[in-house]
């Protein structure tokens, strides 16, 4: 219960007051029989050993299952995106306020938000939940919790939340841009312990990729970014920053179409702040062929007074980018000036490139392109590759120079 003084002496004040009793979570208890537990199947859960924890200084505890974790966080904000209300970003700052407590919850046997130590078969305060919280979670303006016991699966604990009106509010408010989930099995009288705990931190906008979810197998992703901003601007990987675009929140980006962890970065402005955001998002492609390894473009130089073609002859080797499969390939010169060696091969066989029919030829500049496609497998990607061939003819005689190769002794 939160009570105001009779005389408001500043605004902030009224508004902190406000916002705190908006973030404390309804509580409430979901027991089950321990007789009705479904069975752990084998390998469904680890219980690894773990220490004792006491009292409330922050003690991180690995992820027991992070399978259900990725679910359970998948799971909200899929009923976030039905309610229509932003996702939230999972941190790991709230994912270990949250471990510790079902673990917590387990070890002395007892079910409560605020943290308790079993002394002598007696359960004692330690502190708050909030104050548990913030032990992690130190910049935290906005906090709220949500716990079951009981529940054999992501799916039930959800279901029980979804259920209460007070948990249910907590997964879908608005004003948590953040979350953190922790999952225990194993020990205590309902054997599997559940936390969601959610903030929000001053200063910090989040960049959510697919509302969260581990993996893809789309190249093309939806953005969410937090935050009022004028403009953004975005890359991914270690490609360039895009050019700076007007701001919304919700967006689409692709990623590179190589298979693995994929990050995005954003930077946003106004006229006088600057944010930055960044997000990660497995892409899980099948292994496709993919023609590579190969130029954009070759250029030659051709002198009439030495008669000297500069280089004398390029290697080009065609490779499967995507998968070990063997790549067919034919090679199209274009024009006859062009010579390129085999016309056909298979990967790793590299082809020479040559010039022809110099002797006569004016001083200029002269344009061609050479093509290589791949005749098997036919859906090869990249294929045909197209190589700007370029030859410059000058009346100059060429000079070759060459280095000598440099050594040191040393004793």
Known sequence: MFYFPQKILH?????????????????????????????????????????????????????????????LVELVNAERSEAGVPPLKRISLLDEAARYHTTDLAQDNYFAHDTFDRVDNDLEWVCSWSDRIRGFYPSGSWLGENIAAGAATPQAAMELWMNSPGHRENILHPEFWEIGVGVYSGSGDYFHYWAQDFGRRAGFFPLVIEGERAITDETLVDLYIYGDWNEVRLHADQESWSAWMPFQNSLSWNLPATPGEHSIYAEMRTSSLTGVANDSIFLDLPAQDRLGNLPDQLHFTYSTASKQLLPAFVLVTPLNMGSPTILEWQVDSGDDWILATPEQGETPQSLQVTLLGLDSVKIGIYTSTLEIEVTSPLDTLDSPHAIAVTLQVVDEPLHSLYLPNLSRFVP
């Open 11 to 71: 605004q902030i004040v009224l508004l902190f007051l406000i916002s705190s009793l908006l973030a404390t979570p309804v509580r409430a208890n979901f027991p089950l029989e321990r007789g009705n537990l479904p069975a752990v199947t084998d390998g469904q859960l680890a219980t690894p050993r773990v220490p004792t924890f006491a009292g409330c200084d922050p003690t991180v505890f690995p992820s027991q299952n992070l399978e259900y974790e990725q679910t």
